[in-house]
T-cell receptor, first 114, second 111 residues
Framework: ETGVTQSPTHLIKTRGQQVTLRCSSQ?????VSWYQQALGQGPQFIFQ???????GRGNFPPRFSGLQFPNYSSELNVNALELDDSALYLC?????????????FGPGTRLTVL | EDKVVQSPLSLVVHEGDTVTLNCSYE??????LLWYKQEKKAPTFLFML????IEKKSGRLSSILDKKELFSILNITATQTGDSAIYLC???????????FGKGTMLLVSP
């Protein structure tokens, strides 16, 4: 296990609702990236936080937003949920901004939107 | 836009077989290529490749990179049922340290 934790493990929401997913990074890691993995697809980059600032964003609409806290844990918020938001949401933490080989993934949150 | 294509998308083999998984990529400012194994949820890191022609090996798994032809292969010898998983290939994005993944190869090893 990597030491990266995510909560909740899974949840079910209905269209139009809002959801918050949480990630605790591995001790000492200051960079957190969020990914969305739809069924049968590879993970797709949503955004990254480095020292509490958004450091980059993938091709996701503004209703996907995030935060990073002083302890480097992070939240992913999704507003106005759509059916296509159903996916596994993964967070990955790393020690420095550029060390991609040391990205450690959490177990993910499985979101189902009905 | 960075692009990673993996093949085959799925594969079924018998225990003891050898398999080769393929990954081709297009990326601006190539730095490295990474392989991950995803069994249930969290992808776990297998290899990072940066130089052509140098094989990385871990037990029955090995991987090699060809930077001229822009591809990598992951070999698994003497497969076991525990090798059943999705194998993901990824390249770091230009500009910041996150990853573009392929769709993955779903490997099923039957007893």
């Amino acid at each position: 296990e990597t030491g990266v934790t995510q909560s909740p493990t899974h949840l079910i929401k209905t269209r139009g609702q809002q959801v918050t997913l949480r990630c605790s990074s591995q001790s000492g890691h200051n960079t957190v990236s969020w990914y969305q993995q739809a069924l049968g697809q590879g993970p797709q980059f949503i955004f990254q936080y480095y020292r509490e600032e958004e450091n980059g964003r993938g091709n996701f609409p503004p209703r996907f937003s995030g935060l990073q806290f002083p302890n480097y844990s992070s939240e992913l918020n999704v507003n106005a949920l759509e059916l296509d938001d159903s996916a596994l949401y993964l967070c990955a933490s790393s020690l420095e901004q550029t060390r991609t080989d040391t990205q450690y993934f959490g177990p993910g949150t499985r979101l189902t939107v009905l | 836009e960075d692009k990673v294509v993996q093949s085959p998308l799925s594969l079924v083999v018998h225990e003891g077989d050898t398999v080769t998984l393929n990954c081709s990529y297009e990326v601006t400012n190539f730095r490295s290529l990474l392989w991950y194994k995803q069994e249930k949820k969290a992808p776990t890191f297998l290899f990072m490749l940066t130089s052509s022609g140098i094989e990385k090996k871990s037990g029955r798994l090995s991987s090699i990179l060809d930077k001229k032809e822009l591809f990598s292969i992951l070999n698994i010898t003497a497969t076991q049922t525990g090798d059943s998983a999705i194998y993901l290939c990824a390249v770091p994005n230009s500009g910041y340290s996150t990853l573009t993944f392929g769709k993955g190869t779903m490997l099923l090893v039957s007893p």
